[in-house]
Nanobody, 122 residues
Framework: QVQLVESGGGEVQSGGSLRLSCVAS????????MDWYRQAPGSQRDIIAT???????NYANSVKGRFTISRDDAKNTVDLEMTSLNPEDTAVYYC????????????????WGKGTLVTVSA
């Protein structure tokens, strides 16, 4: 019964910034890697940022230097700070987390949020 909920999406003009947040709740023992994906209209869903359980981050080239992913394990959250936004960043943004239900759950299971829409106007 794990749920992930994204928030913070909205409309912003080119050059602006937004901060997305995703909180996980439910039957959670620990959370492994957490990721942000996005899906533009007519496009596939692409990974744009990932952060390991130890806090090591990686980014897609399309967002590197502009977006920052972070996590707060005490709050079961992962954030995405987005700056220098452009219309190409317009998409539905999804968070994904690998959830371990207990100490016996050594592999974990991926859970997804329903997404939050980010619209960047020229």
């Amino acid at each position: 019964q794990v749920q992930l909920v994204e928030s913070g999406g909205g409309e912003v003009q080119s050059g602006g910034s937004l901060r997305l947040s995703c909180v996980a709740s439910g039957s959670i023992f620990k959370i492994g890697a957490m990721d942000w994906y996005r899906q533009a209209p007519g496009s596939q869903r692409d990974i744009i940022a990932t952060i390991s359980a130890t806090g090591f981050a990686n980014y897609a080239n399309s967002v590197k230097g502009r977006f920052t992913i972070s996590r707060d394990d005490a709050k079961n959250t992962v954030d995405l700070e987005m700056t220098s936004l452009n219309p190409e960043d317009t998409a539905v943004y999804y968070c994904c987390a690998k959830i371990h239900s207990g100490p016996e759950d050594r592999y974990g299971k991926d859970y997804w949020g329903k997404g939050t829409l980010v619209t960047v106007s020229a």
